[in-house]
């Protein structure tokens, strides 16, 4: 299975993706996701110039020696360019490898596990009442996880108190039945995040997300001990070794790394093993600025490992309307009886990218927004 062609593709149908296509001498085409929000050119460049070349006439069946490769082989690994552009890689070398096979990518990963991953959506807003009907609206369609910020996503800076005090109304408004997540976004320091995670006790979240920053994954130690309230985190990691404390440990009880920034499905599935043997369940990141291949190579490796917990669910198509449906066919989707989310059993990661359309859409320059504390000092977005 060699090689021919890898090249890389940048759209936007409602936000920029980066896409690795991979193609191979026999004529099949492997997609793989290495967007990265708001520096998507870093990681084209990465790819245009350094990766897709180094791959023509590589064997596209040696998934782990690629892998391999690109992170050590190469000398300079991990950060989010040159994680990004592997993991791009990695989902395009296993849709290739289950297209060969004629099976599913999770077939290759040993089979089903469950039949569906149960998912989470977000239901955040800036006053309870509005997040209370955007909740009922995903009860309403079967989804009984919630992500319930308050202030989400760039409003007012986090403010321990209105986090505290909303949250906990929006449990009372609820009731005890559906699951609640809390987003930190790492913007607490430790002190507030002992204040948060203690303050939330009471109700009973379901994880409290990236309650500190990820630089100093030893403060964690401290937040464990002060709180029963559940801790995740991940979706910043872009070196699979950056868990080891957290899991190890069990700092945390869910990881949520994106497989499009710490590895793609081969590092996931490796750190989903180890998470295992730890008691820690997974949690994959799924914002929108994860491209729906990425999504389904998530649901790929949620759908084979016994530690699942949950999927974060980006709807496309409520999000940005029929343009994704455009250039993407196939894919996850939601099942609205279980508010879980399924991919079809085609060889291959399931989703195929139309590659005339996604040229109608062009890149535009975009980032994440600059969040800064009331005397002007710079905040984490
Ligand atoms: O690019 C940054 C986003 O992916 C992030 O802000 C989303 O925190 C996020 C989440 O949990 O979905
Ligand atoms: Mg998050």
Redesign the pocket.
């Known amino acids: 299975m060699e090689i021919r062609h890898a090249d890389v593709l940048l759209t936007r149908p409602g936000r920029n993706y980066v896409l690795v296509r991979l193609e191979t001498a026999d004529g099949l085409v492997g997609w793989g996701d290495a967007t990265l929000n708001g520096r998507e050119k870093a990681v084209e460049a990465a790819l245009d110039h350094h990766i897709c070349p180094e791959l023509e006439g590589r064997d596209a069946s040696r998934v782990e020696d690629v892998w391999q490769y690109l992170f050590r082989g190469t000398y300079w690994r991990g950060g989010p360019v040159l994680n990004s552009a592997l993991s791009g890689v990695d989902m395009a070398l296993w849709d290739l490898k289950g297209k060969a096979a004629g099976v599913p990518v999770h077939d290759l990963l040993g089979g089903r596990t469950r039949e569906y991953a149960t998912v989470y959506t977000h239901c955040g807003a800036e006053t309870v009442d509005d997040i209370v009907d955007s909740a009922e609206a995903a009860l309403d369609r079967g989804i009984d996880h919630l992500r319930v910020n308050v202030g989400d996503p760039s409003g007012q800076y986090l403010n321990v108190d209105r986090v505290v005090d909303g949250v906990s109304e929006v449990r009372d408004r609820l009731g005890p039945a559906p699951e609640l997540i809390v987003?930190v976004?790492g913007r607490a320091s430790p002190r507030e995040a002992r204040r948060i995670a203690t303050g939330l006790e009471p109700a009973d979240l379901f994880f409290l997300?990236?309650p500190l920053r990820p630089e100093n994954k030893d403060a964690f130690r401290e937040l464990r001990q002060a709180t029963t309230t559940p801790l995740a985190m991940g979706?910043l990691f872009t070196n699979p070794w950056e868990m080891r404390p957290l899991v190890e440990e069990r700092l945390v009880d869910f990881l949520?790394v994106d497989l499009a920034h710490v590895g793609g499905i081969t590092a996931a599935k490796k750190l989903a093993t180890v998470a295992e043997h730890h008691y820690v369940e997974t949690a994959f990141?799924g914002?929108p600025d994860l491209s729906p291949v990425g999504q389904a190579a998530s649901v790929h490796v949620d759908r084979s490992i016994p530690n699942f917990g949950v999927q974060e669910y980006t709807d496309y198509t409520e999000v940005y309307g029929d343009a994704v449906a455009d250039v993407f066919q196939g894919g996850a989707t939601l099942d609205e009886s279980v508010g879980g989310l399924d991919v079809p059993d085609e060889p291959g990661l399931g989703i195929e990218v139309d590659r005339a359309a996604a040229r109608e859409y062009d890149y535009e320059r975009s980032h994440l927004p600059t969040v800064r504390h009331d005397d002007g000092s710079v905040a984490d977005w």
């Open positions: 987003d976004h997300e990236d979706e949520r990141h914002p």
